[in-house]
């Protein structure tokens, strides 16, 4: 089995997946969180920020990429070829509001012509290979055999379903059924990603699916960050957070903002401990640096750790 480490906005960044491959190892391919490429043609410091040159790292990243102009898309896979990477990923499954309400997204799939237009004029010309990662549908999953009609119509590098639909966001089962119909008599490798937070669900999958060769993680890497490196223990967890929080310090250039972008990972993090309730209503109240890491290692330091996070998101 491979594993990716799914695209999350807002945690897995440039910074946090260079410590994460530092401190973590056994994850095959880190994904990375869309870019947005817009008519400007250029990428702001952010964006070139988070597209490092892929020889920069020792491991494999894949640039993901959102939005409907053909041209712009082809421009972005252009930068991405330039910067060195060997695949983009198309985003066809975020339910965000305003991603949607622009046919962005998972909003792609609520107008299937326009996606097969979409998706020949990218495959014509893309001067990468293209992977894809998509949802089931947008209100309900009734054009799922079409779309997968039509993505099998084109040369798609690898396609990763989160067998939900948009409307359900990150929330309830996944659709097993809706999974199987895209892996039989797929013609490119399918990737699985929904609610896998441990190796046990991923060897499940593995059983399930013989045909399926890769998992992508979200949250339950986010949540148990040692998971595929035999389980995360206490000084690693240490170290991984304390250069975590110190880098953001020095990239967002504020202390304020690191607390911030700490406290997401803390969001999925505070599963693996036991009784952490009072510390936990601290740290998301905490505004000031040094109190907030004081409550991170109070809580690393002194709380029992469970084998696997409670899932609470
Ligand atoms: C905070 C957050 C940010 C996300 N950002 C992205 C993104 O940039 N691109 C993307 O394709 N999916 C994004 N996703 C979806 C995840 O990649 C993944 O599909 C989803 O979390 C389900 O997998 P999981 O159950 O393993 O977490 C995001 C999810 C969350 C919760």
Same mark, same amino acid.
């Given at each position: 089995m491979r594993y990716y480490y799914a695209p999350m906005e807002g945690i897995t960044d440039a910074t946090f997946r260079r410590l994460h491959a530092k401190y973590f190892p056994g994850v095959?391919? !880190?994904f990375m969180p869309? /870019?947005?490429?817009? *008519? @400007?043609?250029t990428l702001t410091h952010r964006e070139a920020r988070e597209l490092p040159r892929a020889d920069s790292v020792d491991f494999v990243a894949v640039p993901q990429l959102l939005g409907k102009n053909v041209e712009d898309m082809l421009w972005a896979i252009g930068v991405c070829a330039d910067q060195g990477y060997d695949e983009v990923n198309i985003n066809l499954g975020c339910p965000s509001g305003t991603v949607v309400s622009k046919g962005k997204g998972s909003g792609m799939l609520s107008d299937i012509f326009a996606l097969d237009a979409f998706l020949d004029a990218i495959y014509a010309k893309a001067v990468l290979p293209v992977s894809l990662k998509t949802r089931i549908g947008v209100n309900d999953s009734e054009n799922w055999e079409k779309i997968l009609e039509i993505y099998r119509d084109y040369p798609v590098k690898e396609l990763t379903v989160h067998p939900r639909i948009r409307k359900a966001f990150y929330k309830g089962d996944c659709d097993m059924a809706a999974f199987a119909r895209a892996v039989e008599g797929s013609p490119f490798p399918v990737c699985y990603n929904g609610n896998v937070t441990s190796i046990a669900d991923a060897e499940s999958i593995a059983a399930q699916f013989p045909a399926v060769e890769s998992v992508m993680i979200g949250r339950?890497?986010?949540?148990?960050?040692g998971m595929l490196a035999g389980?995360? &223990?206490?000084?690693?967890?240490?170290?991984?957070?304390?250069? /975590?929080?110190?880098? !953001?310090?020095?990239?967002?250039?504020?202390k304020r903002n690191a607390i911030y972008r700490m %406290? &997401?990972? #803390? @969001? !999925?993090? *505070?599963?693996?401990?036991?009784?952490?309730? %009072?510390? #936990? %209503?601290?740290?998301? %109240?905490?505004t000031d640096y040094d109190r907030f890491m004081a409550i991170a290692n109070e809580i690393i330091e002194t709380l029992p750790m469970r084998d696997h996070p409670e899932i609470i998101w």
């Open positions: 095959d391919r !880190y869309f /870019l947005s490429p817009t *008519i @400007h043609r339950g890497l986010v949540a148990d960050p389980g995360t &223990d206490r000084d690693t967890l240490k170290a991984f957070l304390n250069e /975590l929080s110190d880098t !953001y310090c020095r990239v967002f250039e504020s %406290k &997401d990972n #803390w @969001h !999925y993090l *505070i599963g693996l401990f036991e009784g952490s309730e %009072k510390l #936990w %209503k601290e740290m998301r %109240k905490s």
